[in-house]
């Protein structure tokens, strides 16, 4: 059990366009879940924490009008790259925290993003 | 803030021979502490956790070390096989945060053959 999968798995776009990717919790309900980005050979860094029925999150240093986070439901969350730029090419990875409070994330298999 | 830092970048091993991984921590309000393995162009997998008000946890062919005095992590692997091969990340949570992870810069594993 808690399995998260993410749409697409990779991606490539032209500047100047908007991305979609989705994150899903398989097989349980999840009232968070956050979203995070990692460049190569670094590390993940956490952009915005999303709670289902509220607005997300963001850290700082991430725009919150670039990076549209919507949680409509217990189960999918979905981040939206706007007019994308060639340095928002990147590794987004989600992950879901299961609804009760307890600390485990878990994590999605990633979308690789491409602007071109 | 909080950070989590790794004192290598890069570890080799011999197949069979056992891996240690260390990761230093300096927010001493942490209170659970994760290892996490991340194949090439995959997510993160859970490997083992500790709480603060532990010390060791052993998991299957892992160890989870935790020295709160000196604020030091470590992950053992028994045994290291090939498929040991990935990056291995610490992470930390803070105690009464929003439970947020905050991840380490990440170790890299190579297994000899």
């Known amino acids: 059990g808690a399995v998260v999968s993410q749409h697409p798995s990779w991606v490539i776009c032209k500047s100047g366009t908007s991305v979609k990717i989705e994150c899903r919790s398989l097989d349980f309900q999840a009232t968070t879940m956050f979203w995070y980005r990692q460049f190569p050979k670094q590390s993940l860094m956490l952009m915005a924490t999303s709670n289902e029925g509220s607005k997300a999150t963001y850290e700082q240093g991430v725009e919150k009008d670039k990076f549209l986070i919507n949680h409509a439901s217990l189960t999918l969350s979905t981040l939206t790259v706007t007019s994308a730029h060639p340095e928002d090419s990147s590794f987004y990875i989600c992950?879901?925290?299961?609804?009760?409070?307890?600390?485990?994330?878990?994590f999605g298999p990633g979308t690789r993003l491409t602007v071109t | 803030g909080e950070s989590v830092g790794l004192h290598l970048p890069t570890l080799s091993v011999q197949e069979g021979d056992n891996s240690i991984i260390n990761c230093a921590y300096s927010n001493s309000a942490s209170d659970y502490f994760i290892w996490y393995k991340q194949e090439s162009g995959k997510g993160p997998q859970f490997i083992i956790d500790?709480?603060?008000?532990?010390d060791k946890r052993q998991g299957q062919r892992v160890t989870v070390l935790l020295n709160k005095t000196v604020k030091h992590l470590s992950l053992q692997i028994a045994a290291t096989q090939p498929g040991d091969s990935a990056v291995y990340f610490c992470?930390?949570?803070?105690?009464?945060?929003?439970?947020?992870?905050?991840f380490g810069s990440g170790t890299q594993l190579t297994v000899l053959p």
């Open positions: 500790i709480r603060s008000n532990m």
């Open positions: 992950s879901a925290r299961k609804s009760g409070g307890a600390d485990e994330q878990y």
């Open positions: 992470a930390e949570i803070l105690s009464g945060s929003a439970r947020q992870l905050t």
